[in-house]
């Protein structure tokens, strides 16, 4: 294959982008008009030229077959510059019915006429060696059609396999730099006779702007999964591709998300700014879930500033990332833990920029044969409503109602038909129990409110306004309008307190004789010890700050259950809830202690060896003989104390945290798993949670695991009798340090199990 140069030699001062006047900069821009695919045979005719205009014919194209392009760009000018590519101008053309298609389209008649090749054709990219987009993705030509993508690597933090023309990723070619681009279409392998004899055509337009020129307006960027050295896993089937507009009021978005697994909560699409956790500011843009292997976001939002923001470290671009919503705090724009392998980051060309500002009049124009330029000629409307899939740029074509239909569908892709009745995004309250309280739905906002596709009637469940958040979306019985019930064993009115518990019970006959009592915990001392690592992470002063209270029923059957008020606690932090007995040998309960409740909460739990300040850690079993063989309380030396670690909390950002909780497990010890009872692995722990200890191992409240100590999940029950304990509530340190498993509050509480 001959090599192409593209030269800015003769560069004039040109007028682009109306942005309150005329803005001139230097600029150049090479074309391949006419590119054709024809099932026939095949040549390839390549002319080399110093101003770019070549044609590429293929014929007798077959599916699985495989044709390409390369071309070699050098700045010859004198100023460096930026370098864009667009496929524009794609047209598909049925181009006669020979015998095979009619017999397609008589088996499919519903689908007469079908010559739409570009959602057959499989792109593949490799710039300067670097695998930008695989053919394992399956992306086709109708998904990159008419966006500028960047030819040089934008990213300060470079993949270490890049060899390219800018290895600092300033996405600057400097004069006598060069970069190369090969370009593979592959036919599909299940392409059907529909495409017999069909033709396609395209142009490929190589454009050139001075550094400091505004950007084409219509630009996409390639999105990884990366490995732990930030290297792209390109030769996977996962990738995302955001296209945007680079000004407007509002930044116009259109994210497709392939080979991504769904997960709970869906996924946010974000302006990560560093440094970490991404807050300086960072934004949300979007949220979506993924559905039938694809993750489909599409709008505009008000981001009420340029990216990058100058807070922003990254002054060249700015990142934008797709995580798991359960890994991302909305109200602060923080990355709260990391799991790479599930994560989309900037990869190609990496960092984009976006202006806030009126929408410049730029449309893509595409040449006839004469060499006259026309209006767009790829503006889709595959399901026929008169709202077009573009952002922009289809004012003049047939029956025109507006542009971005959310639901406009992909020709020959039966997961994407389209819908005539939704094109529209709109934000709402999902309320489903119609209750009048939104509740979690997918892809909630902060205040409550969700995108949704739509057309003229709001769908089912969605609403304007809404009362206030709901506790439980699936009984409209239960939400924060209704009296509390207080024999049903539900918190109705979603205060955190249940039945005769719940203050607004306390007149109510079913409540007499049912004996309520609150305690409250106070500090330990820690903040003063002497301990140079007395807590987790760092010192808090719990006696100035902290106010944790317990309120509960005193006569319980099987568990002890209540609601646990905390506010003032170590933001982010999790907190076991764990009973301590007192045994008689311990010299503060000589005379109060109860060796025989030490030791059924010890058979319920696990034991702590006073006398040699340790565990008693190999399995149940064993901890228990070697307490009945060593214990004073049957006759031995040593001084051995039950405990139970049966539930926990997991503050907010300010410390806070309200949660019902009951002694239904037996804990061992707790994990940064996957919110899953029993699973034991740290695979969600992370630091940059807390902004003010960005160092610090924390976990996210969906991902905190107990591993069971005995019995099984939700298996716990406790012996009837009389209880008194030291109610404790333990740092959790995930086994990291410096302070592990810190007791920093207590209380002493009385209850009757019967």
């Keep these: 294959m001959k090599k192409i140069l593209l030269s800015i030699l003769t560069i004039g001062a040109v007028s682009a982008l109306v942005i309150g006047g005329t803005m001139s900069f230097f600029s150049d821009t090479e074309v391949s008009n006419g590119n054709s695919f024809t099932a026939g045979t095949i040549e390839i005719a390549v002319d080399e030229q110093l101003h770019w205009s070549e044609s590429f014919n293929w014929e007798d194209v077959k599916p699985g077959k495989e044709f390409e392009i390369s071309y070699n760009i050098t700045n010859e000018g004198e100023n460096p510059l930026r370098l864009w590519q667009i496929t524009k101008c794609v047209l598909n053309q049925e181009n006669g019915v020979i015998e095979p298609e009619q017999a397609w389209y008589d088996e499919h008649p519903s689908e007469s006429p079908k010559n739409d090749i570009d959602s057959a054709i499989v792109y593949e990219l490799e710039i300067d060696g670097k695998v930008i987009l695989s053919r394992e993705v399956g992306v086709t030509m109708d998904k990159i059609e008419d966006h500028y993508l960047g030819l040089v690597n934008i990213d300060q933090s470079v993949d270490p396999g890049y060899t390219g023309p800018d290895t600092n990723g300033t996405g600057i070619l400097n004069p006598g730099a060069s970069t190369t681009v090969i370009q ?34 219509q630009q996409m960027s390639f999105m990884e999964n990366k490995n732990a050295s930030w290297g ?18 509002e930044f116009v978005y259109d994210f497709t998300g392939f080979g991504l697994t769904p997960v709970s909560g869906g996924y946010d699409l974000i302006y990560y700014a560093d440094p970490g956790p991404g807050n300086h500011p960072g934004a949300l843009i979007a949220k979506g879930t993924v559905v039938n292997g694809l993750l489909l976001m599409s709008g505009s939002v008000d981001l009420n500033m340029d990216l990058p923001h100058p807070m922003d470290t990254n002054k060249i671009g700015a990142k934008i990332w797709l995580l798991p919503a359960s890994q991302y705090s909305e109200s602060t724009h923080s990355v709260t833990s990391w799991t790479h392998s599930k994560w989309l980051f900037d990869n190609w060309p990496g960092f984009i920029n976006y202006r806030q500002g009126d929408r410049p009049n730029e449309e893509i124009q595409c040449e006839d044969n004469g060499g006259n330029t026309g209006s767009n000629s ?79 009637d709001i769908p089912t469940h969605y609403y304007e306004d809404s009362l206030g958040e709901d506790c439980d979306d699936n009984n409209s019985s239960v939400n924060p309008g209704i009296n509390e019930v207080c024999d049903n064993g539900l918190d109705d009115d979603c205060d955190g307190f249940v039945d005769c518990m719940d203050s607004d019970c306390s007149a109510e006959t079913i409540c007499d004789g049912v004996n309520i009592n609150t305690i409250t915990f106070s500090d330990m001392g820690t903040f003063l010890s002497q301990d140079p690592n007395p807590q987790y992470g760092y010192k808090y002063d719990y ?33 076991q809830m764990k009973f301590n007995a007192k045994p008689t040998c311990l010299p503060e309960y000589t005379t109060t202690g109860d060796d025989d409740l030490n030791e059924k909460i010890g058979y319920k739990g696990r034991w702590w060896n006073n006398t040699s300040g340790s565990n008693l850690n190999s399995s149940p079993a064993q901890n228990d003989a070697y307490y009945l063989a060593h214990s004073t309380y049957h006759g031995g030396s040593e001084c051995i104390t039950g405990y139970l670690v049966w539930d926990y909390i997991t503050t907010d950002e300010f410390g806070n945290a309200t949660k019902y909780i009951e002694t239904a497990n037996s804990y061992h010890v707790l994990w940064c798993s996957d919110g899953i009872c029993d699973h034991s692995n740290n695979s969600h722990l992370t630091t940059g949670f807390d902004p003010a200890h960005p160092s610090l191992n924390l976990c996210s409240e969906f991902f905190v695991s107990g591993e069971i100590e005995r019995f099984t999940c ?41």
């Design 184 to 217: 593979r279409y592959i036919m599909k392998e299940d392409t059907e006779n529909w495409a017999q004899s069909d033709q396609m055509t395209f142009t490929i337009a190589i454009e050139a702007r001075q550094i400091d020129a505004p950007e084409p307006l």
């Design 714 to 754: 939700n298996g716990l029950t406790l012996d009837a009798g009389n209880y008194d304990l030291q109610f404790i509530l333990n740092e959790e340190s995930f086994h990291q340090g410096p302070g592990t498993w810190t007791a920093v509050m207590d209380a002493n509480i009385q209850f009757e199990i019967q």
């Design 232 to 249: 792209a896993l390109s030769n996977d089937d996962t990738l995302g591709i955001l296209k945007y507009e680079y000004m407007g009021p």
């Design 543 to 575: 006696a100035t700050n902290a106010n944790v209270s317990f309120t509960y029923q005193t006569i319980n059957n099987s568990r002890l259950r209540g609601t646990i008020v905390a506010t003032g606690l170590k933001p982010y932090m999790t907190y």
């Design 378 to 456: 790829s503006c889709t409307d595959y399901d026929g409503d008169g709202y077009y899939a573009e952002a922009s740029g289809c004012e003049n074509e047939p029956g025109f109602l507006g542009h971005s239909d959310c639901n406009d569908g992909i020709a020959g892709d039966p997961n994407r038909p389209g819908n005539p009745d939704s094109w529209r995004v709109g934000y709402f309250f999902y309320d489903g129990d119609d209750d009048g309280y939104y509740g979690d739905g997918a892809n909630r906002r902060d205040d409550g409110m969700m995108a949704i596709c739509y057309g003229t």
